[in-house]
């Protein structure tokens, strides 16, 4: 069974799988949003990150990068006591750190997206090995699903699932390889 097909009806997979996974994205903290979803999802179902998703927007001030990166011991402190997202140190300090290296990529680049964009079209070899590079915590399925849920790599959907209908119209990067 496809996630298109499992999606179907369910009333936290069926919205995201509807209207957002594989759809591209340009805004940086929707981007920075998705790359810190998918680190805490490392080791837990994606079902448990779609229930926590409103609780980590606010822990983490709807993912801005520039008071993410700000983050000290007492804003981390913060977020391991608090019961509504994942209280994993690791994945907590790879969120804030991840904010400041996105920090540097923007005075680099402009945005996020015009860094993905730079390093469009890769195989996802070489995409895991730039993210490892560039960013912690950013193991193979970290990577993969981060690049499927953005449209930079095929496979959110397959073909004759009507969001892929939707995804292709929007133009993602992977189909204009």
């Not at 994942?86 to 991840?98: G, L, S």
């Not at 290296?101 to 923007?106: F, G, N, P, V």
């Not at 912690?136 to 990577?143: C, D, K, L, S």
Request: proline share 5%.
């Amino acid at each position: 069974m496809t996630y298109c097909d499992a999606a179907v009806g369910h009333p936290f997979h069926g919205p995201y799988h509807d209207h957002e996974y594989g759809f591209p994205l340009r805004d940086d903290a929707a981007l920075f949003e998705r790359l810190a979803l998918e680190i805490n999802q490392a080791g837990l179902s994606w079902l448990t990150i779609l229930k926590k998703r409103e609780a980590f927007r606010a822990a983490f001030e709807g993912f801005d990068i520039d008071r993410v990166a700000g983050y000290g011991e007492v804003e981390r402190e913060r977020l391991l006591a608090d019961a509504g997202i994942i209280r994993n140190r690791k994945k907590i300090d790879a969120v804030i750190e991840n904010a400041r290296r996105l920090q540097r990529l923007r005075g680099e680049h402009g945005s996020f997206a015009a860094w993905l964009d730079r390093h469009h079209p890769r195989a996802k070899a070489d995409w895991l090995k730039l993210f490892r590079k560039t960013f912690v915590f950013t193991g193979g399925e970290i990577v993969g699903e981060f690049l499927i849920s953005t449209g930079y790599l095929p496979g959110a959907h397959v073909p004759g699932c009507p969001a892929y209908d939707r995804v292709l119209a929007l133009d993602p990067p992977w189909a204009r390889v």
